[in-house]
């Protein structure tokens, strides 16, 4: 069933891309409504938050989107057990999963996918996707390429691979279904092991499609462009950070007859939007999000995701709409998607290399207990973790169960010199200058 639902809906979205920009619009508003109708019968939080403005399903009708109250991830966090129509889901059941679960394949009751991040902001999210969301998902990411077939190909990854992390539980979810055809082989690689470990697998594997962070790839772009590394892909698919045009220029410098593709996607909604080298802008999915853009960030409505609604959710993203008429798809078309350009940390390692420690493998920490936290470089071999606890958990097992988790990612990058230490602290706030809140910091 899942294969065949996702086959309908490719066909469903790619003649979406036919349409004229008023009928996706409309198609938009009607989703919008369907959604709103669904929460305000079934989502105990709406509920609740809309009758506090005197929305109500009477006149839900009738309301502009401009006139429902935003929300943001400290109100998701705040009121998570109220976000769904599953009773069975809370904070307690979620985090035990993640806990017992570190394979990105591993289902919460064999039917929800759920995906952790504290984006850039240090608070933990926690964001579920039912089967069929995930099908639309997987659906909508053909999008990726310009001619999608059903050649068979070798794909190959490079991120954060070891939890429940938005990209390699994409990357890995057709294992084990009838997807997994397209699969010829695949590939993954560690972000946080040393990315020499690769270059020999890499040379006898011969990827057709390399996809991860942007940085990641660039890290595999320059053994490319000093002939170590002897690989030729025909399509490199970036994500999970913004790409920079000097970033873009190494990958193609390196890989001159590949076609580049950067998907935009968050942990709210793994399917926002695309850019590709046949396309005139990077455009968004108005067929799946309804985004508002602001002067400091945009607004989320995820127009697919039932099991979890979010609707005028806070993102800090920064994104440039372009004003045109006639461009080549009926969608929002934006010149770019800012986002936070994380500082990245560079320490010696245990064999006296400077190597770094990916802001992604940060942003993406999880353990029970920890609700936010800040990685602050103090020297080439030394840094300091800022974490702030729930007072229902034992800050014993905290410590030790983040201690651990530390540990874990140094001995992956041949780091285990590298001395940290836990400071726990009652809140983490934005720099008192900016305004801004940084995940990683650098004070030395």
């Not at 010199?417 to 934005?430: A, L, S």
């Amino acid at each position: 069933m899942s294969f065949l639902r996702t086959v309908y809906l490719y066909n469903s979205l790619q003649n979406n891309i036919k349409k004229s920009r008023e009928e996706i619009l409309k198609l938009r508003e009607k989703k919008l409504k369907k959604i709103l109708r669904f929460v305000l019968n079934n989502v105990p939080f709406y509920k609740e938050y809309y009758d506090s403005f005197g929305i109500t399903i009477k006149n839900i009708e009738s309301t502009d989107i401009s006139e429902l109250p935003k929300i943001n991830k400290n109100i998701l966090m705040e009121n998570f057990n109220k976000f769904f129509k599953d009773s069975k889901i809370n904070k307690q059941v979620v985090e035990n999963f993640l806990s017992n679960n570190p394979d990105p394949r591993a289902l919460l009751f064999n039917k929800y996918y759920v995906v952790h991040s504290s984006g850039t902001s240090g608070t933990i999210g926690y964001y579920l996707y039912g089967k069929k969301e995930w099908d639309f998902i997987k659906a909508i990411s053909t999008r990726m390429f310009p001619h999608f077939d059903l050649t068979r190909k070798k794909y190959a990854f490079i991120g954060a691979v070891d939890g429940h992390y938005a990209a390699i539980s994409l990357f890995l979810s057709p294992i084990n279904q009838l997807e997994q055809y397209f699969y010829k082989d695949y590939l993954i690689m560690d972000i946080n092991k040393p990315i020499n470990e690769y270059i020999d697998i890499l040379n006898k594997f011969k990827p057709d499609n390399l996809t991860g962070y942007p940085n990641g790839i660039k890290s595999i772009a320059l053994y490319q462009k000093q002939k170590i590394l002897n690989v030729n892909p025909e399509t490199i698919v970036t994500g999970g950070e913004p790409l920079f045009k000097e970033t873009k220029l190494i990958l193609k410098e390196a890989w001159p007859e590949a076609k580049i593709v950067n998907s935009y996607a968050t942990s709210e909604s793994l399917a926002m939007g695309v850019s590709r080298e046949d396309l005139d802008y990077m455009y968004l999915y108005d067929d799946a999000v309804y985004v508002e853009i602001e002067k400091e960030g945009l607004l989320l409505t995820n127009l697919y995701n039932y099991t979890q609604p979010l609707i005028r959710y806070e993102i800090s993203d920064i994104l440039k709409p372009v004003e045109k008429e006639n461009t080549m798809w009926p969608f929002t078309p934006i010149e770019d998607v800012v986002g936070r350009n994380e500082l990245i940390p560079y320490f010696i390692n245990e064999k006296k290399e400077k190597d770094f420690i990916h802001p992604i493998v940060i942003a993406e920490f999880f353990v029970k207990g920890v609700n936010r936290f800040q990685f602050v470089q103090t020297g080439l071999d030394t840094f300091t973790f800022r974490i702030v606890v729930s007072k229902d958990k034992d800050l014993n097992s905290v410590l030790k169960d983040t201690k651990m988790r530390l540990q874990n990612i140094l001995e992956k990058k041949q780091m285990r010199n590298v001395k940290f230490t836990i400071e726990v602290v009652e809140d983490i706030r934005p720099d008192e200058k900016t305004g801004k809140f940084n995940l990683v910091k650098i004070e030395f």
